[in-house]
């Protein structure tokens, strides 16, 4: 997990097609960044403190640079849309959540306590990582900061919710995963055929709903 606090905002080349911009609050720097984009930009990939700029091969890294120089001058980032609030409508504990309740024990809570305690927390997402559609989500109550487990599990089933160090998260696939397992969605995270892929974007705001049946 990710321990170090922001680096000043800096532009460095990340190998022959691609920079590497560290920056407070990257998903800021990428909505200016886009708003006018430079020339041969094809992606750009929020990590905690960073933002990698990916262009076309061939590119003029130092003039791509100097292009972005001024998003991360400017002291007036904001996103270029008023952020969303999603609900994830969530089945927390049983075979959808099977860390609930070894968690609560030894966190010293009830299991119906971590579930308020998770559900009642506001979340941002801070940025897409581990496989598509997989948000960090900033913002879980102290209380709930566990590490991950010793030996992930080699499947953990798709529209799992969990937590790990300072983020809780959504499963999009299935996939091996080491976080501690609290409960389980069917909403669909990523589909390469939709318009937009992934139904989280960074700068996003979540919200999880506890439901007592599983989500239509």
Same mark, same amino acid.
């Given at each position: 997990?990710?321990?170090?606090?922001?680096?000043?905002?800096?532009?460095?080349?990340?190998?022959?097609?691609?920079?590497?911009?560290?920056?407070?609050?990257?998903?800021?720097?990428?909505?200016?960044?886009?708003?006018?984009?430079?020339?041969?930009?094809?992606?750009?990939?929020?990590?905690?403190?960073?933002?990698?700029?990916?262009?076309?091969?061939? =590119?003029?890294?130092?003039?791509?640079?100097?292009?972005?120089?001024?998003?991360?001058?400017?002291?007036?980032?904001?996103?270029?849309?008023?952020?969303?609030? =999603?609900?994830?409508?969530?089945?927390?504990?049983?075979?959808?959540?099977?860390?609930?309740?070894?968690?609560?024990?030894?966190?010293?809570?009830?299991?119906?306590?971590? =579930?308020?305690?998770?559900?009642?927390?506001?979340?941002?997402?801070?940025?897409?990582?581990?496989?598509?559609?997989?948000?960090?989500?900033?913002?879980?109550?102290?209380?709930?900061?566990?590490?991950? +487990?010793?030996?992930?599990?080699?499947?953990?089933?798709?529209?799992?919710?969990?937590?790990?160090?300072?983020?809780?998260?959504?499963?999009?696939?299935?996939?091996?995963?080491?976080?501690? +397992?609290?409960?389980?969605?069917?909403?669909?995270?990523?589909?390469?055929?939709?318009?937009?892929?992934?139904?989280?974007?960074?700068?996003?705001?979540?919200?999880? =709903?506890?439901?007592?049946?599983?989500?239509?």
């Amino acid at each position: 997990m990710p321990a170090e606090g922001p680096s000043p905002p800096s532009i460095q080349p990340l190998g022959d097609s691609a920079l590497r911009i560290a920056a407070p609050n990257p998903a800021l720097v990428r909505h200016a960044i886009l708003a006018a984009p430079p020339a041969g930009l094809l992606d750009l990939v929020c990590g905690h403190h960073t933002l990698a700029a990916i262009f076309s091969p061939g =590119i003029d890294l130092a003039r791509a640079a100097a292009a972005i120089a001024p998003a991360l001058a400017r002291q007036d980032l904001a996103p270029c849309h008023p952020p969303r609030t =999603i609900d994830i409508p969530t089945l927390y504990g049983g075979p959808s959540g099977p860390d609930l309740l070894p968690l609560a024990s030894s966190l010293g809570l009830s299991p119906q306590a971590l =579930i308020d305690l998770h559900a009642s927390a506001s979340y941002t997402v801070r940025f897409m990582g581990f496989a598509p559609g997989f948000a960090y989500l900033e913002g879980l109550p102290a209380q709930l900061r566990v590490q991950r +487990l010793d030996s992930p599990r080699p499947r953990v089933p798709a529209g799992t919710v969990a937590i790990a160090g300072p983020y809780s998260g959504i499963y999009p696939a299935d996939s091996p995963g080491g976080w501690r +397992l609290l409960g389980r969605t069917n909403l669909t995270l990523f589909d390469p055929l939709a318009a937009s892929p992934t139904l989280l974007q960074p700068g996003d705001r979540v919200r999880f =709903i506890p439901t007592r049946v599983p989500t239509p």
